[in-house]
């Protein structure tokens, strides 16, 4: 996938098994029908491994769930936790939008809800991940 930013710096990304996804999104109080959370303050995107590989009872509940055909499950996933981790924030009608953004080809636009990056930041974001290169 490639899109018109980068994640922030030093940020990681966690593929959870799907048997392992419901006892933690309980555990941390989450919306268990989500295959995709982000921890901001940890830096930290965790993604079910349902949107990786179909697994036929669960991949049919997520496509139930969200409208979406399985080939673009992942896209919608990932493009909406990058809005939370782009945008520095929870807020899900930011991450939304920043989804829509990104999978349209457009550089986000956090509005008001962005905290400005350092030039160390920006510059890290530049050299990172070759398909998520575009920051100015």
Known sequence: MHYPTAVPAHWS???VRSEDWSPLTR?????RRSPAFTAIDERETFLEEAL?????TRTSELVRDFHVPFEQLLAVALSHELGHAICHGGDESTANRIS???RSGKRPDCGKTMKSLTPMEELHLRRQLPGLRGVR
């Open 13 to 15: 990304w966690v593929i």
């Open 27 to 31: 555990k941390l109080h989450l919306d």
């Open 52 to 56: 990786f590989s179909p697994l036929p």
């Open 100 to 102: 829509d953004q990104l």
